[in-house]
């Protein structure tokens, strides 16, 4: 688990019930979007976070594209948390954790 990730995975369980749009969840992390949605595409492959897009009539009016929208899945936030405490407790360690799938996906 990736220091960017561990960033990433914090900004979406500051309000873990609101979805997120990729600009937004960046700027929070600290991160380039070219390094973001890399994250984000590993996260939702392994059934954590889901996306979808804005609907259109919801932004023409404001001249930006639509936007992709991020959040957890029914069990993401708590694989989250249980990622993020496991990074923390082996951050000493040097051993690297990886993404689990969650049941069904």
Known sequence: MT???IAVLRVL???ATT???GLDIARQAGLKTGTLHPILARLQEA???ES???DPADHE???????RYYRFTGSGATA????????????TTGRPLGLHPQPGH
Do not use: F, K, N, V
């Open 52 to 54: 979808y897009w804005e």
């Open 19 to 21: 979805p997120r749009y």
């Open 13 to 15: 369980l500051e309000d």
């Open 80 to 91: 989250a948390c249980q990622a993020i405490a496991r990074a923390e407790a082996t951050a």
């Open 47 to 49: 059934g954590w976070i």
């Open 61 to 67: 009016d404001q001249g930006r594209p639509r936007r």
């Open 3 to 5: 220091p960017q990730t």
